[in-house]
């Protein structure tokens, strides 16, 4: 893959988050607004991607095998990340709570948001298809042990597994139904999701980028350490670390690469509402959601770049 498709992605994705900072002078980001936007991009955009990308490959024993890989990878990857994070956040002098929503916000990254339509621009439909099952993984921790880490508690209940029913996972569902049975789609289904598709990646980054402006305007404040923990864990440690788990594991070059760019997405953008869902410091995941997510333009590129030269 030529370095200048991924150089290219990230300026064009830094300008459409530029434009979302610059619209909040323009227009308020109230409540609605941002559910609405959040609506658009999970339920229609995200899943449109998710399906045209399965739409454009042909399923085989050897892509099932690197899918299942990237599910099983995702599911230990987010939750030795978890754990490590906490212990590390604890060994930092950090209190009980504190340790656990920091291990919380270093670990559970911006995969669907930002990461599908990020791999689905460099790489094409598979990268989609690839982001897609690794954020399938990450879904499926974050809403069972990763709720319950915050809480304290050990017991998953079914709430928790109600909450990872989500509609881009169903797209998932939906779209390894339809490519295993060999279903074609038709030319009008193919064409809708496609279009659908092409929104995905300018409303996330408008979105974040109105997130992000609202954020410095009400100027909330953590300390120093509180924001350098889980964006140095997040941005640059885990993501290395998981690069020398892959080096052990028999997946593509391709796979590699897009898990590269997955395992180093910011702080997942709703940890804010899942802290304080959970009465948790809303705050806390807000500035790391911010920091993280500006941090990430200049980190993702670094980290792809190391992870190809060292594999």
């Not at 599910?71 to 956040?89: E, H, K, Q």
Request: positive net charge.
């Amino acid at each position: 893959m030529e370095y200048s498709i991924l150089l290219l992605t990230i300026v064009k994705l830094a300008f459409l988050m530029g434009l979302g900072m610059w619209l909040t002078t323009k227009i308020s980001f109230t409540a609605d607004v941002r559910r609405f936007l959040i609506f658009v991009i999970i339920n229609i955009a995200l899943p449109a991607i998710i399906l045209h990308g399965f739409f454009q490959i042909t399923i085989d024993d050897s892509l099932v095998e690197q899918m299942f890989i990237i599910f099983v990878f995702s599911l230990c990857f987010n939750a030795i990340g978890l754990v490590l994070g906490w212990l590390f956040a604890k060994s930092m002098g950090l209190s009980p709570l504190k340790a656990r929503e920091t291990g919380f916000l270093a670990i559970f990254g911006n995969t669907g948001l930002i990461g599908i339509p990020l791999c689905a621009a460099i790489f094409g439909p598979k990268g989609a298809v690839f982001a897609a099952v690794f954020d399938a993984g990450m879904s499926l921790m974050l809403w069972t042990v990763g709720v319950l880490f915050i809480q304290g508690k050990k017991q998953v209940t079914f709430k928790n597994l109600r909450s990872m029913i989500s509609v881009p996972n169903i797209a998932v569902l939906v779209g390894l139904t339809i490519t295993f049975l060999q279903l074609d789609p038709g030319f009008f289904l193919k064409d809708l999701t496609a279009t659908l598709a092409g929104a995905a990646s300018p409303l996330a980054m408008i979105y974040i980028g109105m997130l992000t402006m609202t954020i410095i305007k009400e100027k909330k404040k953590i300390s120093a350490k509180l924001i350098a923990i889980p964006a140095t864990l997040k941005l640059l440690l885990f993501p290395l670390i998981g690069m020398l788990v892959l080096s052990l594991l028999p997946v593509t070059q391709e796979v590699q690469q897009v898990l590269f760019i997955v395992m180093a997405m910011p702080t997942i953008s709703t940890a804010s509402i899942i802290l304080a869902r959970y009465q948790a410091d809303e705050n806390y995941g807000v500035i790391n959601t911010m920091v993280t997510t500006l941090f990430s333009l200049i980190t993702v590129p670094l980290v792809f770049l190391v992870g190809v030269s060292l594999l």
